[in-house]
Structures are given as structure tokens and as C-alpha cells.
């Protein structure tokens, strides 16, 4: 079995998988209460330096990350390979939330398509990234992305987007701030 193995940084070898990579999962918690893994997908992953990532979050039916990284600033980001070579990657780092409201939104929002619904980004500075084998992860085909989210975001336009911030994303399950609005 292979040994995992710890990295500094991103080298470019690790960029090219990341780049490879159509779906990635993010992990928070708080100091107590609910653990969250949540799936990404869409082009909503960049990489700003060998140290420094930066994810795109989109409106959905709850605001988890957000409330655990005012709390908390600990995040882990999980690619795996679904095709090839098996791999599981890992960024550890803290995180730091920007809202379209903040400074460096204007500056990170460009870094990605348009999507109406975008809510915060993630800026995460790696304290540590780490491979291992993926040996049991089974093989899964791209069939394309979802149109259901973007879809719903366009229906509803930025100021229906609003209102369900304010009726749906406010709260954690632990009823914990999320600095939405």
C-alpha cells in the first residue's frame, strides 16, 4: 500500500491534478456541535499561489462553512481521483471568509465565472497538503455538470437570492451566525 506523503506546498505536478479534478469536498467545524463535508463542483476552485487557495461558494439550501470559519478558521479541502491513478489529495490550512460586501471581493470574484447566487469565498492558507493512495475509491465517469443550481439562481435573480439568504442561510444546524448579511 502506498505511504501517504506531506508536502509544504503545492508543487506543479499537485496544481495539474487539482486542475484535473471536476468535484472536491470541504470540511469544517465549529468548536462544537455539527462536523460539515460538503461537495463542490462547477468552476468554482482556484489556486492563487503555492500556499493559498480560493473557492467560490454558492447559494444553497444551507450556509455551514461559513458559520464554522467565524468560529472556527480550520478547513481541510478533499480531491479525489475518480479516474487513472487513484489519489486522494488534502489542503489543510485556516480559512478566511469574503463576502461580495468585503474589500477583496471585487478582486477574487473575477477570478470566476459569473454565477448569480455567489455568497462568499474562501480564501485558504495551507499549512499542510497531503497525498495518499485512493486504492478504494471506485471509478466514477463525468457526465457533465448539473444546470439545476445556476437555474435556480437566474429564477429567483440577485434580490430573490437576498430574501432566501435572509429566510434560509442566516443560521448553522447549530444555530451559529453565518455573517451573511
Not at 141 to 166: F, N, S, V
Request: hydrophobic fraction near 40%.
Amino acid at each position: 500500500m502506498a505511504v501517504a506523503e506531506r508536502f509544504e506546498k503545492l508543487d506543479e505536478k499537485l496544481k495539474d491534478f487539482i486542475r484535473q479534478q471536476h468535484m472536491y469536498f470541504i470540511g469544517t467545524a465549529g468548536a462544537e456541535g455539527y462536523v460539515n463535508v460538503s461537495p463542490k463542483g462547477m468552476d468554482s476552485f482556484r489556486i492563487l499561489n503555492d500556499t493559498t487557495v480560493a473557492w467560490l461558494n454558492l447559494t444553497g439550501s444551507g450556509n455551514e462553512t461559513a458559520a464554522h470559519v467565524l468560529e472556527n478558521s480550520r478547513m481541510t479541502v478533499m480531491f479525489c481521483s475518480f479516474d487513472k491513478q487513484p489519489l486522494i489529495m488534502r489542503l489543510y490550512g485556516q480559512a478566511a471568509v469574503v463576502h461580495p460586501r468585503d474589500e477583496r471581493w471585487d478582486e477574487l470574484a473575477a477570478l470566476f465565472p459569473h454565477y448569480t447566487g455567489a455568497r462568499q469565498i474562501f480564501v485558504l492558507d495551507l499549512a499542510l497538503v497531503q497525498t495518499s493512495c485512493g486504492y478504494a475509491v471506485p471509478y466514477y465517469k463525468l457526465q457533465g455538470e448539473r444546470p439545476t443550481l445556476t437555474k435556480w439562481a437566474d429564477k429567483h435573480g440577485e434580490a430573490g437570492i437576498h430574501d432566501y439568504w435572509a429566510q434560509k442561510n442566516m443560521k448553522s444546524l447549530n444555530d451559529k451566525d453565518t455573517g451573511i448579511l
